[in-house]
Nanobody, 124 residues
Framework: QVQLVESGGGSVQAGLSLRLSCVGS???????AGWFRQAPGKEREGVAA???????TYSDSVKGRFTISRDNTKTTLYLQMDSLELDDTAIYYCAAQFRKPYSNPLADDSYRYWGQGTQVTVSS
């Protein structure tokens, strides 16, 4: 059974950092994987993705502040979030494996597997 389990969320003041982790079962995270977020009243949006070669993609809203990475065993996905802003408050989800090849890495309908999410709250 495929599983993705996020951790590392919490409450933090603006300007500080958090690191999210996502542990995947088997080889779930060995291909393309991404981080998404959903704020209250808003649609889920893609924030970062990493492909099988390690190439990364970021949304404009987090570029330069967030870093996606994967450990050498490709079983854990990370999202380092620096210089957090109030608008970063959301539930963060990890996702893995495209439904179809050559999909948009920041589109949520691209992915086959999803975690349950972890809450990130940024306060002033």
């Amino acid at each position: 059974q495929v599983q993705l389990v996020e951790s590392g969320g919490g409450s933090v003041q603006a300007g500080l950092s958090l690191r999210l982790s996502c542990v995947g079962s088997g080889e779930t995270l060995s291909s393309v994987a991404g981080w998404f977020r959903q704020a209250p009243g808003k649609e889920r949006e893609g924030v970062a993705a990493i492909d099988v070669f390690g190439q990364t993609t970021y949304s404009d809203s987090v570029k330069g502040r967030f870093t996606i990475s994967r450990d050498n065993t490709k079983t854990t996905l990370y999202l380092q979030m620096d210089s957090l802003e109030l608008d970063d408050t959301a539930i963060y989800y990890c996702a893995a494996q495209f439904r179809k090849p050559y999909s948009n890495p920041l589109a949520d309908d691209s992915y086959r597997y999803w975690g349950q999410g972890t809450q990130v709250t940024v306060s002033s």
